[in-house]
Nanobody, 119 residues
Framework: VQLVESGGGLVQPGGSLRLSCAAS????????MSWVRQAPGKGLEWVAG????????KMTDSVKDRFTISRDNARNTVSLKMNSLKADDTAVYYC?????????????WGQGTQVTVSS
């Protein structure tokens, strides 16, 4: 299993970023996927999840109406579109592979991509 995140960087408050995760080494379309973040000095926080079929997506309350998770099973990618970014969104963002369609269990992790929201 390999998960490779990209798209992080430095953005001003109110700006947008799109994170992508390229998956390989497993049957991507059979697994739920999530994004999990870790802010400096804090613990891991689940951000968003999507089932294998993309029929169900869920977001933590702090990012609802600002973030969107999506996936392309033909290209083995999962994305996180982040709008109206705030300083509190600063974190390392990890892509995770679920257990079957369940995205709430994080079986495999990528190496993470840094998102910094600052003026």
């Amino acid at each position: 299993v390999q998960l490779v995140e990209s798209g992080g960087g430095l953005v001003q408050p109110g700006g947008s970023l799109r994170l992508s995760c390229a998956a390989s080494g497993f049957s991507f379309g059979s697994y739920g996927m999530s994004w999990v973040r870790q802010a400096p000095g804090k613990g891991l926080e689940w951000v968003a999840g999507i089932t294998n079929s993309a029929l169900t997506t869920k977001m933590t309350d702090s990012v609802k109406d600002r973030f969107t998770i999506s996936r392309d099973n033909a290209r083995n990618t999962v994305s996180l579109k982040m709008n109206s970014l705030k300083a509190d969104d600063t974190a390392v963002y990890y892509c995770t592979k679920g257990r079957g369609s369940n995205f709430s269990v994080h079986v495999s992790w990528g190496q993470g991509t840094q998102v910094t929201v600052s003026s």
